[in-house]
């Protein structure tokens, strides 16, 4: 019971209380910015550059993964929720950007092609018709998520459902939205989803020049996200959820409430993997519920437990890897990967909690003793947080 | 009291980036040369063909089996001297059960080892995803599995059954026995869903009734309610579309209930050879399915063939219908290669039209209007061996027709 | 009528095979907090056990009464491996061991297709376990479903027994009640930890014997199964098991007369409803065990 003779807001922070006087306010700005201003280097020009359109259009996907991580990082990492169904808010934005461009594809007053097949309508459904607007899919992508978050966050919160319950539900959530999508063949398209789109707000995806033009817009989002999270973390706001996270009664009798903490980062991250899934679409050119299940989901999540869970960049760095391991090992040993990626996932978890960002702690301290404090947690304030 | 303490420098000139990405570039005009397609890399003394099945996840229990097969026939053409002096060097990848994996590795193939087709898929699913891909960059699939028709791409060559050569000649053979009603069991996704609406147009027009028509979602195991509600119908024989793991419970679940094949016969059109090993003939015997190939087939060339299968894999390994659509699939586009006398795609497939083959189902043609191919339909009955042996054929291959368009009931269907 | 009990019956002997999956999960999760997503896995080891005994022993009945206390020992003692290779060290982070076992299975999954083949593999089950009991009124009630209600039923009371009278079953308790009080009692918690891991983890092999009536024999068995089982535990409540049977026998009715009614997919989203809904009313579960803790 180490944590509690602590402050809680003083303990949950991740900064060693060591590190603090040598690096001042300023300081930490510049180095954020010159973070910042590499990634975008290394995004922008160098990646560019280097790899080829195929490699380039992974690249793009594992981002968008990374947006997804973000979100996680933030809900799960700092706030302790361990959103297991992300899958649903990224199939969400997916969906719901997949539509608006199946319609513009389609052209104004026609129906997309898979309706015509599978579907036994007269005329496109009424829950379609909204998205041919651009003005109110776009936003939805983010908002529709979000929405859903809100709601369910709002139910489960409240009533202090969390820990491994929480985890569960949210699987739950991914698997019924599975079941639920493919059930409507005629209107989502089934176990195909949404495939095939052409064109993306006029431009031609089969171009390679859009694809790259595609990429760059999903670089820079994702940096623009980076940077709204430092935003959040370095809050108040921020300091709040992982006090929350670390002491949740203690949160509530200092005169907060938790479930709205919480659920600001749970609305937050679904928004995040809203956008990152309507942007996956135009990278891809498909959305379907292979997407969404538990499997994708729990994929969402060990990207960011390899990464560094409650860091800013980890779990960005650790989507991208399991993303990039994934492909590189399944084609250099298609028999055999699902061991090497299994083992990946039980080795970094199990052995190194902090994830491969703790990795760069340790190499910098020079010492395992001074862990970040996120991770100095006793066996009874973990019981009490599940 | 400020929640949020400022770093808004940071936050404006993040977004600043985001902006300028967007209008960094991008060509609204459609110049279409862009998009010419790869060809493939034929410059060695070999040709790389790219395999795509799933080697693992839920459709690795049925694509492994193609995936074996797609390599004899390889191994076999390289014995012989290969497709036109060139050896044939195989790529494999591994789709993973995931659409989208599927489309990755495909556009992998084409565009990274440039290889002059690819040979697999199994789910409609997965070849709907992949589709777009080989449009695009203007390469070649070979498709082995029966589906559900209304699909003709013009870089896909199908040849597993479309509907008028598996679905239709078996509601004929029940139709024939005098089956007046059915019920209609599937899983939840493409193919039962557009099979099942075949079948319902066709026994309107031929006085069949449908009782019922029930989708368990793909991989469910569950099948109590769906029996009762099966064996409450009373109807004169199921049509099953089950796919994959759902038939086994389906079936044991079936027998529980007592029902039988005598009492109510279910004909099934995704249980080959390899599902009845793996379900078991005691719950199978006596059930019917409708296919081009068992592996009691007769003839020579199936001889060879189910010889040729099991000594490379092992004597207890049966052959199926799609395995052997597969195995045909890469002789075909070793015929089309030699007929065309390049591997360039666009040539590859002014040449496919008549190419025809002395498969082990017998004699097929490729038919270059539609790309799919001429076959004989059988319906065959599942035997104590688990074998299968052949109840009914249509006695001549029959001309692929994928969007029914000879068939006055199907009218309103595509 | 007839319908309607044959419907209850459906809906009883799913709740029998949730049940019977669920148990282990109510130890190992309820009781010790591990999230174990390789129980699915074990449950396929205990399906395959029934197939390789299958091989050796001819005759059906007889390879399926072995082959319960033989899978109980084989997914059991994969179950105690796990537990000192990996768990042992996630005690103190539960949500992780979700993760890990994950990869676990992973591993397990790509294993049994190495070894048994990417197919399906086949079982044959006894003849008797095949038929059924016509009850009057033209109500049909199948063998062996029968068969795994009462495996179900028999695992419960055992289990029930083995946790109130006998010296381990205390123990066990006693480190679900106060893990530090148990400790400093001199109760050896890691060794009890261990043997709590293989009784929940054999009881996924006898599970998996049952499903080898039912369903199929193949590498991603489990997977479909396992979720439905957590929230069984999650809706049951932690810590007790009473519960788990209650809620395993409750969903599987919901679900069997939902489908009827509608499809196995309205049915399926209808039980996710219920179960958000009946944790807004009870969020610790049906049962719980009464603690000093904040939680």
Not at chain 2, 98 to 115: G, H, N, Q, Y
Not at chain 3, 94 to 120: E, H, M, Y
Request: glycine content about 10%.
């Amino acid at each position: 019971m180490t944590t509690v003779a602590r402050d809680p807001v003083t303990a949950a922070d991740p900064t060693p209380p060591a590190a603090k006087p040598a690096a001042g306010p300023s300081r930490h700005r510049f180095r954020a910015v010159a973070g910042f201003a590499f990634g975008a280097a290394l995004l922008f020009a160098v990646a560019p550059l280097l790899l080829s359109d195929f490699r380039l259009s992974l690249l793009a996907k594992y981002l968008c993964v990374a947006m997804v991580a973000i979100g996680i990082g933030l809900a799960w990492g700092r706030g302790g929720m361990l959103a297991l169904g992300q899958g649903v808010f990224f199939g969400l934005g997916g969906y719901a950007m997949a539509m608006h461009l199946k319609l513009a594809d389609a052209g104004p007053g026609n129906m997309p092609d898979f309706m015509l097949l599978y579907g036994q309508l007269d005329e496109l459904p009424l829950w379609w018709r909204p998205f041919a607007s651009p003005w109110f899919a776009l936003p939805a992508t983010v908002l529709l998520p979000m929405a859903v978050a809100f709601v369910l966050g709002s139910l489960v919160f409240r009533r202090r459902v969390r820990g491994a319950y929480f985890a569960i539900l949210s699987q739950a959530l991914a698997a019924a939205m599975v079941i639920l999508l493919i059930g409507q063949q005629g209107t989502t398209g089934g176990t195909n989803g949404l495939t095939d789109i052409q064109g993306f707000f006029g431009y031609d995806l089969d171009d390679p020049v859009n694809q790259r033009m595609v990429y760059f817009i999903i670089a820079g989002t994702l940096l623009a996200l980076l940077a709204l999270t430092r935003h959040l973390m370095q809050s108040r706001y921020g300091e709040l959820l992982v006090a929350v996270r670390d002491g949740e009664e203690r949160v509530r009798f200092l005169g907060y409430d938790p479930a709205t903490v919480k659920l600001v980062a749970y609305v937050v991250a679904a928004g995040m993997a809203g956008l990152a899934g309507a942007l996956f679409v135009p990278a891809v050119g498909i959305i379907s519920p292979a997407m969404i299940g538990i499997v994708p989901s729990i994929e969402f999540v060990i990207g960011v437990a390899i990464g560094g869970r409650a860091t800013l960049l980890g779990p960005v760095l650790g989507a991208v890897a399991v993303a990039w391991a994934r492909t590189a090992l399944s084609e250099r040993f298609p028999g055999t990967w699902t061991y090497l990626q299994g083992l990946l996932f039980v080795v970094v978890v199990a052995f190194l909690p902090g994830g491969l960002a703790s990795l760069v702690g340790l190499l910098r301290r020079g010492d395992g003793e001074r862990r970040p404090g996120w991770l100095r947690r006793s066996r009874r304030t973990e019981a009490e947080a599940s | 009291m400020t929640l949020f303490r400022g770093r808004r420098i940071l936050a404006g000139a993040m977004t600043l980036v985001a902006a300028a990405a967007l209008a960094a570039c991008g060509s609204k005009t459609t110049d279409q040369n862009t998009s010419a397609g790869v060809t493939a890399d034929v410059s060695g003394d070999t040709v790389k063909v790219g395999l795509l099945n799933s080697l693992s996840g839920t459709m690795a229990i049925s694509e492994v089996t193609v995936r074996d097969s797609i390599m004899l026939a390889i191994e076999e053409i390289n014995a012989a001297g290969g497709v036109l002096g060139k050896k044939i060097q195989p790529v494999g990848e591994d789709g993973a059960s995931d659409w989208p994996t599927f489309a990755e590795k495909a556009e992998k193939l084409i565009r990274e080892d440039r290889v002059a087709a690819v040979f697999g898929c199994w789910t409609s699913a997965s070849r709907k995803a992949v589709k777009p891909v080989f449009e695009k960059n203007k390469a070649l699939l070979f498709y082995p599995v029966q589906y559900e028709g209304l699909e003709q791409s013009p870089y896909i060559f199908y040849t597993g059954a479309t509907t008028n050569q598996q679905i239709v000649p078996g509601l004929d053979y029940l139709k024939a026995q005098g089956a007046k009603s059915l019920y209609l069991v599937g899983s939840d996704y493409v193919f039962p869903r557009t099979a099942n609406k075949i079948i319902k147009a066709y026994a309107e027009a031929n006085g069949m009734k449908v009782l019922g028509e029930d989708y368990a979602p793909l991989g469910s195991t569950e099948f109590g309610t769906i029996t009762n509600k099966v064996k409450s119908s009373g109807a004169d024989a199921v049509f099953n579309t089950l796919n994959g793991d759902s038939n086994v419970a389906f079936f044991k679940e079936y027998k529980s209930a007592g029902l039988t094949a005598t009492s109510m016969p279910v004909v099934s059109v995704s249980i080959a050879e390899e599902e009845v090993k793996s379900i078991g003939t005691q719950y199978l015997e006596g059930q019917l399915t409708a296919w081009n190939y068992y592996q009691t087939t007769p003839g020579a060339a199936n001889e060879k063939f189910v010889a040729a299968y099991k000594a490379k894999y092992g004597a207890d390994k049966p052959t199926s219908d799609p395995m052997e659509a597969a195995y045909v699939s890469v002789y075909l586009w070793k015929a089309m290669v030699e007929k065309a006398g390049a591997f360039d795609v666009e040539k590859v497939r002014q040449a496919s039209d008549g190419i025809t083959f002395e498969a082990p189902e017998g004699l097929v043609t490729v038919d270059g209007a539609t790309q799919h191919i001429a076959k004989t339909a059988r319906v065959g009955k599942v035997g104590a061996d688990g074998l299968i042996t052949e109840v009914w054929n249509s006695g001549a291959p029959i001309t692929p027709d994928p969007y029914l368009k000879s068939y006055p009931w199907a009218g309103g269907l595509s | 009528m007839t319908v309607l009990i044959g419907q209850l019956f459906t809906g009883v002997s799913i709740g029998a095979v949730l049940l019977l999956i669920a148990l282990g999960l109510a130890l190992t999760f309820g009781q010790m907090g591990v999230i174990n997503m390789a129980h699915g896995e074990f449950i396929m080891a205990g399906a395959y056990t029934t197939f390789v005994l299958q091989q050796v022993i001819t005759a059906a009945g007889w390879s399926l009464l072995i082959a319960l206390p033989v899978a109980f020992v084989v997914a059991g003692a994969m179950g105690v491996l796990l537990e000192i290779l990996l768990i042992r060290r996630l005690y103190a982070r539960p949500l992780d061991t979700l993760l890990v076992t994950w990869g676990v299975s992973l591993i397990l999954q790509q294993l049994a297709r190495d070894i048994f083949g990417s197919p399906n593999v086949q079982t044959r089950a006894p003849e008797l376990l095949t038929g059924n009991i016509a009850l009057p009124g033209g109500i049909t009630v199948a063998n062996n479903r029968l068969f795994i209600l009462a495996l179900a039923g028999g695992a419960v009371v055992a289990l029930t027994v083995a946790l109130r009278v006998t010296p381990l079953g205390r123990r066990i308790r006693a480190v679900v009640q106060n893990r530090d009080l148990a400790a400093v009692s001199g109760i050896a918690t890691a060794r009890v930890d261990r043997m709590t891991f293989f009784i929940g983890s054999g009881l996924a092999g006898i599970a998996g014997v049952a499903l080898t009536l039912l369903g199929p024999i193949g590498p991603t068995m489990g997977t479909n199964l396992i979720i439905d089982a957590f929230l069984v535990v999650v809706v049951g409540g932690i810590g007790q098991l009473k519960g788990t049977v209650i809620v395993a026998f409750a969903l599987g009715v919901l679900q069997a007369s939902g489908e009827y009614l509608t499809t196995l997919s309205v049915a399926k989203v209808m039980v996710f409803v219920a179960i958000v809904a009946f944790l807004q009313w009870r969020p610790q579960g049906m049962f719980t065990l009464r603690t000093r803790s904040l939680a």
